[in-house]
């Protein structure tokens, strides 16, 4: 019986203790709605640091990744147009060459027989409107027939058709057909004015119609640095004032850039908008294919900055303590937006003067 007792009343000494350990919260802090009253006595009153809140200046920024990118107008990819065997090659690794340019020549039998039929198709009309000015003058002297005039006038055209067809097959493939000549290897030409940035041209080496470009020309006098941007931050990039570009390989050079387009589609994978900066690039510092770090900055303005350790999180909402005096704390919801620094703009919530808990608001996390 004894034994039992003994039992019962360590349970009970037990239980006590349990509950005091419980209810020491509540000596340090009671809870009214959303106000939270201190005890004095509390240690947590030598932890809890205050301040006003008051209006500055603020720089809103953000940062985000980028990589550096050719203009593809500054850029083309040169390959043949027909199938053949290089024959010569016209430039050499960073040549400056202007649009039109030769770039290597190349024997190949279809340029050959593309040749050959302009050349047919060229002769045909000349024949063609032959026949048709001696009907005409036959007519003319009255010894003619309307009907073949008119046959000649509709074979006329049909072969003058056949002649533009071929000549606007050349000038697709950048061939000037006035200074085209039979037999002779088919000139590879640049469409753009720029650098040979990369040449992997192999005298006799047989291309296909299809074969990867074997020459590279670029300007790379201006590139693109393509950004993307979170869509929470999509309105504040269409006044930005200032664009920054951080290199990895050249992380304390800052380099300056203008907002070239903003894309109108989302990527609903990443939630963000590609965005195109516009960098002058007359040193040839930046390389396409580096990445870095891209900083855009708006105008300044004059906002509400808080600490982040004083603003607390409830569900899907954020709130900071009030001071009210007399070891009293008001909850009072607010609206952030997040910078690139370790404080918060507040966009709503908080006024001039207001006092909040700056450190120590966590020890009230759980205040329910």
Avoid at 72 to 89: D, L, M, Q, V, W
Avoid at 109 to 132: D, N, V
Avoid at 268 to 284: D, I, P, Q
Wanted: glycine content about 4%.
């Amino acid at each position: 019986m004894k034994k039992y007792f003994y039992l019962l009343l360590i349970a009970i000494v037990v239980s006590s203790c349990k509950e005091k350990e419980e209810a020491k919260p509540d000596r340090d802090f009671v809870v009214q709605g959303d106000t939270i009253i201190v005890s004095k006595k509390s240690s947590l009153s030598g932890k809890l640091q205050t301040a006003i809140v008051s209006p500055e200046i603020y720089y809103p920024n953000f940062t985000t990744s980028g990589v550096v990118k050719a203009i593809p107008t500054n850029y083309a990819e040169i390959a043949s147009p027909f199938s053949g065997r290089i024959t010569k090659s016209l430039v050499r690794l960073g040549q400056k060459v202007a649009a039109g340019s030769p770039i290597f020549e190349i024997s190949s039998p279809a340029f050959f027989e593309t040749t050959k039929a302009y050349y047919q198709a060229k002769q045909e009309m000349k024949l063609a409107l032959k026949s048709l000015k001696r009907e005409k003058d036959l007519l003319q002297n009255k010894v003619g027939v309307e009907k073949e005039k008119e046959e000649a006038e509709l074979n006329y055209e049909l072969k003058k058709k056949d002649f533009e067809n071929a000549s606007a097959a050349l000038q697709v493939y950048r061939i000037n057909p006035s200074q085209l000549v039979l037999g002779r290897p088919l000139v590879v030409r640049s469409p753009i004015a720029g650098e040979v940035v990369k040449s992997n041209i192999v005298l006799g080496q047989y291309m296909k119609e299809d074969a990867e470009p074997v020459a590279i020309i670029a300007n790379l006098d201006k590139v693109w640095v393509v950004a993307h941007v979170k869509e929470k931050d999509i309105n504040s990039i269409r006044s930005l004032s200032e664009v920054e570009i951080s290199l990895v390989a050249m992380p304390e050079k800052k380099i300056r850039g203008k907002i070239y387009h903003i894309s109108e589609m989302m990527d609903e994978e990443t939630r963000s908008v590609e965005v195109l900066l516009e960098c002058n690039n007359a040193s040839r510092l930046m390389k396409p294919g580096m990445y870095g770090t891209v900083r855009l900055t708006d105008a300044p303005t004059t906002t509400i900055l808080i600490p982040a350790s004083a603003v607390l999180q409830q569900e899907n909402n954020c709130y900071v303590l009030i001071s009210t005096g007399n070891n009293r704390y008001v909850k009072r919801q607010i609206i952030t937006a997040s910078t690139s620094h370790e404080k918060l703009v507040v966009l709503s919530g908080l006024n001039k003067g207001d006092r909040i808990v700056t450190e120590g608001a966590f020890y009230f996390n759980d205040a329910r």
